[in-house]
C-alpha cells in the first residue's frame, strides 16, 4: 500500500467552481506540504504544516487554503478556482526526527480548470 | 530570497557519465537535496548534501559547495531508465526552514 496517497487523481471543474484535494499519509510523519507543479517552473509550495496546530503559507498561498484535521490528513482547496490553477498538485511528508528532511510525495492530482 | 538555477534539458548515452550542475543562492543555507522525478510520476529522494564534499551512493554521486553556492549531481553507467528529471532543492532556515526546488533538468539517455 502507498505510504502517501492523494485523492482524486484527475478532475476536471470549471471556473468559479470550489475544489478539495485530499491527502493522508500512513507513515506517521508530523510535516505535511502542499507543492504545485507548472511545466518549467518546478514544484512551489503552496503550504506546509509541521504539526497538526501549525500552518504555514509557501510561495504561492493566494487562492488556497489547507486544512490538517488531523496528523495523517492535510487537505487543499481552492476556494473558486480558476484557470490558472490548473496543474499538477503534489502533497508530500517528512518526519521531524529526519535530520535529512527526506520527503516523500504522493503520485499528485492532476487539475484542469475550463 | 531564494534563487536555483540548472540546465533546463541534457542528452547522454547509455553507458556514459553525465554531471547535472546546479547553483542556488540563498540567505540560510541548510541543506541541498536531488530528486529524480519520472514524466508524471511523484519525485523521489536521491541525495543530501550539508556539508561540502561528495557523497556517493551506487551509480549516483552528489557533490556540493557551500562558498561556490555549487552543487552537482553525477550519474555513472547511464542506463534507459535514468531519463528523468532531475530536481535540485535548497533547504532554507530563514523562514521556516523550507524547502525551494529549482525547475529541473530533463536528462534525455539515448542508445
Known amino acids: 500500500d502507498a505510504d502517501v496517497t492523494q485523492t482524486p487523481r484527475n478532475r476536471i471543474t470549471k471556473t468559479g467552481k470550489r475544489i478539495m484535494l485530499e491527502c493522508s499519509q500512513t507513515k506517521g510523519h508530523d510535516r505535511m506540504y502542499w507543492y504545485r507543479q507548472d511545466p518549467g517552473l518546478g514544484l512551489r509550495l503552496i503550504y506546509y504544516?509541521?504539526?497538526?496546530?501549525?500552518?504555514n503559507k509557501g510561495e504561492i498561498s493566494d487562492g488556497y487554503s489547507v486544512s490538517r484535521q488531523a496528523q495523517a490528513k492535510f487537505s487543499l482547496s481552492l476556494e473558486s478556482a480558476i484557470p490558472n490553477q490548473t496543474a499538477l498538485y503534489f502533497c508530500a511528508t517528512s518526519d521531524l526526527e529526519d535530520p535529512t528532511n527526506e520527503q516523500f510525495f504522493g503520485p499528485g492530482t492532476r487539475l484542469t480548470v475550463l | 530570497g531564494q534563487n536555483i538555477d540548472q540546465p533546463t534539458e541534457m542528452t547522454a548515452t547509455e553507458g556514459a557519465i553525465v554531471q547535472i550542475n546546479c547553483t542556488y543562492q540563498t540567505s540560510g543555507f541548510n541543506g541541498l537535496f536531488w530528486y529524480q522525478q519520472h514524466a508524471g510520476e511523484a519525485p523521489t529522494f536521491l541525495s543530501y548534501?550539508?556539508?561540502?564534499g561528495l557523497e556517493e551512493k551506487g551509480r549516483f554521486s552528489s557533490f556540493l559547495s557551500r562558498s561556490k553556492g555549487y552543487s552537482y549531481l553525477l550519474l555513472k553507467e547511464l542506463q534507459m531508465k535514468d531519463s528523468a528529471s532531475y530536481l535540485c532543492a535548497v533547504r532554507d532556515s530563514s523562514g521556516g526552514f523550507k524547502t525551494i526546488f529549482g525547475a529541473g533538468t530533463r536528462l534525455f539517455v539515448k542508445a
Open positions: 504544516s509541521f504539526d497538526v496546530k501549525d500552518i
Open positions: 548534501n550539508v556539508l561540502d
